[in-house]
């Protein structure tokens, strides 16, 4: 079968445009073949070379004395924890994969991340998604939304990985465009730090893990158009299909050769493959690399060269081993009973060069080809829907009459009900590290002697951490005002950190989007990134890494822009680590912040859950975050916390202070079955002229719902204005429903009927 | 105590039981590979949680062919004590060594949560500790706990008192409610006819610390820990 011809269709079928073609054909010195064509293909997609988004990822705040690998140097960033131990994490996105075959999609964006981070050299120890979905009242979103879950159970489940946290939301503008933003954690020692760069000129580069395939052909390709009828079914060859029990093997057997030291250099095949892995792997060292693809494992008969270099068939590893050190590599991927190939060395050419019996096949500088892809500043113009957003006022929404209602209805829409239906398809226990499982603020795990890699000294024990993490993003907000929301979505996550007793470390973030030719789209993109970096800075949450998912729109228009935030912390005590839910009956309720912002004109019920469901709104300047007062907010939060006064904190959010007290009412799960209730009396009669709605429901920033022993409250209230943070008592824990007194009206329910709309919303939407 | 701790391809509960046995209980346990052919000096086998081969074709069908196996089927045959946890139940039914079989759950998804379970008998060196009436509180995590088998066997299992744990609520009723799985008469557990090979599907190894939510799960391993001392089980090296 010879190639064929390359015609300016076969150009654009590549996704690239005859000004990128004319740089390929300056860089080559000649007309590229099909094989080169198609490695610079997916080599300059969005995916894989940012050419759109990378002047933007440069105002990110990425430094900190903390950050030992930073972002972009690597295939995850890595963060020093303390006492010679470090943490590496990021969050990728496999949207397109997931619209088109949910289940297969989201499995593989699971075992991708996981790579990502083992190749670090660090062992796995968490996973945390963020999913979105149209609504549950269409059966393609149910269909979608329960094969993810289950894409997602299937391979971490089956690998080890505890799934700890996550948000789930859902909005009619990701209908056929799912979003599936999958992130992974892993822990190693400071000297046990992989690096992915083909180093020492003749050392050998060697293949791992199953044979290449002809599933996931040029799949970061795929990622970066937009999402047709016609391009979902013509590219469902580039969905992978994934074997979480190869890649634990693989995992398994990795760890235990980097322990060797034989390992110069290792790369996961993942976005575009064997292509990617070589040509990085080079570029990063300054060196060449030479391989032959007749050696490369192969599963079907007569793959072209363009098929193998461009496979995104799963679990593959690219590994440099020193010279002279292959019998490790052979004797450790024997015992696992993993294939194995030597298909080429590093060289001193500068050049990818690819073989295929004897015949060079291509042939290009690797570094031109990894780190010189083209940047586009695109235009940007401010969204026509902005004015009337900024316009809308409350002058036509009645205030509630039926506030116990509107509870109930904000309780039961899947997007604030509980996620058990979700996160108990997901083993999020194995490790034995959860002490905060899903249901609470953040996720808190135990870092512990086993969570590292083994080393070839089998040091012993070490000191015992504690990691909390979250993902947030009220894609909503940042809709109705990209920079201001997008500063929410940052603020919320290490909200979520402080009410768990944790300092942030670092954040990584999944810039999910529509066509960033859109000037529009454009826009959106560049206001969200300037307030996601503004707040990175303010919480010293330096961005460590991430990615960009962009095209994300059906024939129906673009989601709505969501940069996903994932926030790390650490928790230095034990005794520092709080959950959401009150504990003890007779505690008093404290709120820290102020209860409304009085200078929001639409009082926090811009874009809020409220306006959304009761009154089918999606409209209004939505609350802003003063990163100041939130930081003041933080800062005092966890003082009260060190201090030991701090029985429960949960963070105001999507429903604002109704829905956040009957959470901290009904979200304690003892077991299958048997929640744990503990009901609430609350005064808000001293916050005078507000409207009912707007006291309850609305979302103003920066507020955190505290309990603490009746004794200590007077302390508590103290402290705080010390610390200068607005607080002040609502009431106190007891009884078996939740009980609101305010002077527009009052609120009461009982608590097993709030638990059951809550708890049991999506099953009830899925049944 | 000397324990091994099965290591077959994709278990994924092997340290965890290793984490508890040495460092919560204070006792020698190594990983033990699955192509090992000897047990060793080893007092006691553990055969942890995990997907063994992927689960693929049937869970356990595949482990049970491990060289390893052979070596727990003579310890066994000899007395030695066995516990089987989740996946480590599910081979030890493929193995023969337990009646019965570990289906689909009735809900067709995995389910991880806690569940209360609930000694049957206090006569087993896996249950010996565990106080009377006392409901533990323990989280499963498997798509395919339901534990099934034929009248019979289940007459036979209730008439020579082998079935060790039970599914109930906070009580300790034996409700519908409270069977996370569908398993008949609320199976969580049991052992063999001669007492010395057990399985159970929830996962004591995660609640044996406070810090984990729960530590009751060491009652499980401190029963085991009691039988070997007081040499109530045969030492089968």
Redesign the interface.
């Known amino acids: 079968m010879s190639d064929p011809a390359i015609t300016p269709a076969l150009i654009k079928q590549h996704g690239l445009t005859p000004e990128e073609y004319e740089r390929i054909q300056g860089i080559l010195g000649r007309e590229p073949n099909y094989t080169e064509l198609g490695i610079f293909s997916v080599m300059w997609s969005e995916h894989c070379s940012y050419k759109n988004s990378r002047p933007l990822l440069k105002t990110f705040p990425t430094k900190s004395p903390k950050i030992l690998v930073g972002a972009g140097e690597e295939n995850a960033g890595i963060i020093d924890i303390g006492d010679g131990l470090a943490i590496a994490f990021k969050i990728e996105s496999h949207n397109h994969p997931s619209a088109v075959e949910p289940f297969q999609g989201a499995a593989t964006g699971v075992g991708g991340i996981i790579r990502d981070i083992f190749t670090m050299g660090a062992r796995p120890v968490c996973s945390i998604d963020s999913l979105r979905f149209g609504e549950l009242t269409s059966p393609e979103v149910r269909r979608l939304f329960s094969g993810v879950v289950a894409g997602i159970a299937h391979y971490g489940n089956c690998f080890g990985i505890p799934t700890v946290a996550g948000e789930v939301y859902f909005d009619k503008s990701y209908e056929g465009n799912p979003l599936v933003n999958a992130f992974c954690l892993g822990v190693l020692r400071h000297e046990q730090i992989a690096r992915g760069a083909a180093k020492g000129i003749g050392n050998p580069v060697f293949y791992v893990g199953p044979a290449t395939g002809r599933d996931g052909l040029a799949g970061a390709a795929f990622a970066s158009q937009d999402l047709t009828e016609e391009s979902a079914e013509q590219q469902r060859g580039a969905v992978q299909v994934g074997d979480p029990f190869m890649e634990k093997l693989v995992m398994e057997a990795c760890l235990e050769l980097l322990a060797t030291d034989a390992v110069a250099g290792i790369q996961d095949m993942g976005a575009a493959g064997l292509t990617c892995s070589t040509c990085e792997t080079a570029a990063r060292a300054g060196t060449g690399i030479e391989i032959d693809l007749a050696k490369v494992p192969q599963r079907a008969p007569n793959m072209t060269p363009y098929e193998i270099m461009l496979s995104e068939s799963q679990e593959r590893m690219l590994i440099i081993v020193h010279k002279g050190r292959e019998a490790e590599v052979k004797r450790i991927f024997d015992k696992w009973d993993l294939p194995w190939a030597e298909v080429g060395t590093v060289t001193d050419t500068g050049r990818m060069m690819v073989k295929n019996r004897g015949e060079l096949v291509a042939d290009i500088p690797a570094k031109k080809l990894a780190d010189e892809a083209p940047i586009y500043q695109r235009e940007a113009r401010e969204p026509e829907y902005l004015k009337a957003v900024r316009a809308f006022t409350l002058a036509g929404v009645a205030d509630t009459q039926d506030a116990a209602g509107n509870l109930k209805t904000l309780l039961g829409w899947p997007t604030i009900a509980s996620k058990n239906w979700v996160y108990r398809q997901y083993d999020h226990m194995v490790r034995d590290g959860s002490v905060v499982c899903p249901g609470s603020d953040a996720a808190v795990i135990r870092i512990k002697a086993d969570s590292l890699p083994q080393d070839g000294e089998g040091k012993s024990a070490t000191v015992d951490k504690y990691i909390a993490m979250k993902v947030d993003c009220n894609a909503v907000y940042v809709y109705l005002d990209p920079y201001e929301g997008a500063k929410t979505v940052v603020a919320e996550a290490a909200r979520n950190l402080a009410c768990s007793g944790a300092t942030p470390l670092g954040s990584t973030d999944n810039l999910n989007y529509g066509n960033p030719h859109n000037p529009e789209i454009f826009w959106q993109l560049r206001e969200s990134v300037r307030g996601l970096a503004e707040a990175c800075r303010a919480f010293n949450a330096p961005v460590t890494g991430g990615n960009v998912s962009l095209y994300n729109q059906n024939p129906n228009g673009p989601i709505d822009p969501t940069p996903t935030v994932a926030m790390v912390g650490l928790i230095d005590k034990l005794e520092h680590v709080t959950t959401q839910w009150f504990k003890d009956e007779g505690d008093a309720i404290l709120l820290l912040g102020d209860v409304v912002d009085r200078n929001d004109p639409m009082l926090g019920l811009g874009g809020s859950a409220y306006l959304q469901r009761v009154h089918a709104l999606k409209t209004g300047t939505p609350p802003r975050c003063d990163l100041d007062r939130e930081k003041e907010l933080h800062l005092a939060l966890r003082s009260l916390i060190y201090s030991g006064v701090v029985k429960s904190a949960h963070d105001c959010s999507d429903g604002g202070l109704a829905v956040a007290l009957a959470e901290c009412c009904i979200s304690q799960q003892i077991a299958r079955e048997t929640p744990r209730l503990l009901g609430a009396e609350i005064d808000l009669s001293a916050f005078t002229g507000v409207r009912l709605d707007a006291l309850l429901f609305g979302e103003t920033q920066s507020r955190v719902v505290i309990s603490v022993s009746a004794v200590q409250a007077a302390k508590v209230l103290a402290q705080a204005k010390i610390l200068g943070v607005p607080a002040a008592v609502l009431g106190k824990t007891g009884g078996t429903a939740l009980n609101i007194k305010a002077n527009e009206g009052t609120l009461s329910c009982d608590l097993r009927e709030l638990h059951d709309l809550w708890w049991n919303a999506i099953a009830r939407a899925m049944a | 105590m000397n324990f091994a701790v099965l290591q077959f391809?994709?278990s994924?509960?092997d340290?965890?039981a290793?984490?508890?046995l040495r460092?919560v209980l204070g006792h020698s346990a190594r990983l033990l590979?699955h192509k090992e052919t000897s047990l060793g000096n080893a007092d006691a086998v553990i055969v942890p949680?995990?997907?063994s081969?992927?689960?693929?074709l049937r869970t356990g069908a595949i482990a049970r062919f491990s060289p390893v196996m052979q070596a727990v089927q003579a310890f066994a045959a000899k007395g030695g004590p066995v516990l089987g946890i989740c996946n480590g139940f599910q081979i030890l039914c493929e193995a023969g060594l337990l009646p019965g079989a570990l289906i689909r759950n009735r809900s067709l998804?995995?389910?991880?949560?806690?569940?209360?379970v609930k000694a049957a008998t206090a006569n087993s060196p896996f249950t010996s500790q565990i106080p009377d009436g006392k409901v533990l509180?323990i989280?499963i995590?498997h798509?395919e706990g339901c534990y099934f088998a034929d009248a019979e066997t289940i007459a036979r299992l209730k008439a020579q008192n082998q079935i060790l744990w039970q599914y109930a609520?906070?009580q300790g009723e034996l409700t519908d409610?409270?069977n996370?799985n569908g398993s008949v008469e609320n199976i969580a557990g049991i052992c063999n006819e001669s007492r010395n090979v057990a399985g159970l599907m929830p996962?004591p190894?995660?609640a044996s610390?406070g810090?984990?939510?729960s530590a009751d799960g060491r009652l499980i391993f401190e029963s085991l820990i009691h039988a070997l001392e007081s040499k109530s089980v045969a030492k089968a090296a």
């Open positions: 391809p994709a994924n509960c340290q965890d290793v984490h508890v460092n590979w949680g995990g997907f081969y992927g689960d693929y998804q995995f389910r991880c949560e806690h569940v209360f509180r989280p995590a798509g609520d906070a409610v409270a996370p996962h190894e995660r610390e810090l984990l939510g």
